[in-house]
Each structure stands twice: as structure tokens, then as C-alpha cells.
């Protein structure tokens, strides 16, 4: 069994940074990466961020590209999702998810493992 816990969310204001963390804890023997997702009050949760395994691909929602940067630590099993310049659209719940087989990521319907969010408040 596999869990993931986010943590390091916050209320900010406009303009500030923040960095999310998201600790694994169980092995997965084969796993194709981890992905960033944020919900808001009355939508549907949307693609951020995400990481393969070998750390070489990433890719970003337009949204937050050039402000968000995902990393991962492959020693202490922990995925980083450091947001500069945020802005309060940016307000959610984020929440960090592994796929075990390469798919459509920027799809949250094709993860497997999930962590309970992390809540992100950017006032004006």
C-alpha cells in the first residue's frame, strides 16, 4: 500500500512563494511519475505539474508555467512543487499523485495513488 501526504500550504498574498512537499511512504517497484493537481471551490481538479521518475521530463499547465517548478528528492522519496509570483487564482487545494503506467498524465482520472491536499490561500 502506498501513501502520500502534501504538506506546506498557507495563506499568502499576491506576489508571494511557497513550497509544497509531498512524502511517499510504501515501495512501488515500477511507477512512471508524480503529478501535481489543484482543485478550487466549484470546479473540477486540474492538472499543474509533473515529474517522471528518472527526473529529465517535466511539464506544466499554462497556467502556472514559468511561475511553478516541480523537483523531486529520490533519497528521502519526497516531491517538491516550489511556486513563485503567486497569484490568487492560484487558491486550491493541491494535491500530489503517482501513475504506475506511462499515460495521459494531465489526466487525474489515470492516477492510482492519491494524498488527502494540501490547502493554498493567495489573497489580493
Known amino acids: 500500500q502506498v501513501q502520500l501526504v502534501e504538506s506546506g500550504g498557507r495563506l499568502v498574498q499576491a506576489g508571494d512563494s511557497l513550497r509544497l512537499s509531498c512524502v511517499a511512504s510504501?515501495?512501488?517497484?515500477?511507477?512512471?511519475?508524480v503529478g501535481w493537481f489543484r482543485r478550487a471551490l466549484g470546479k473540477e481538479r486540474e492538472f499543474v505539474a509533473f515529474?517522471?521518475?528518472?527526473?529529465?521530463?517535466?511539464n506544466y499547465a499554462d497556467s502556472v508555467k514559468g511561475r511553478f517548478t516541480i523537483s523531486r528528492d529520490r533519497g528521502k522519496d519526497t516531491v517538491h512543487l516550489i511556486m513563485n509570483s503567486l497569484k490568487p487564482e492560484d487558491t486550491a487545494v493541491y494535491y500530489c499523485?503517482?501513475?504506475?503506467?506511462?499515460?495521459?498524465?494531465?489526466?487525474?482520472?489515470?492516477?492510482?495513488?492519491w494524498g488527502q491536499g494540501t490547502q493554498v490561500t493567495v489573497s489580493s
Open positions: 510504501g515501495r512501488i517497484l515500477n511507477w512512471d511519475g
Open positions: 499523485a503517482v501513475n504506475l503506467k506511462p499515460t495521459m498524465f494531465r489526466d487525474p482520472r489515470v492516477y492510482d495513488f
Open positions: 515529474i517522471d521518475k528518472s527526473d529529465v521530463s517535466t
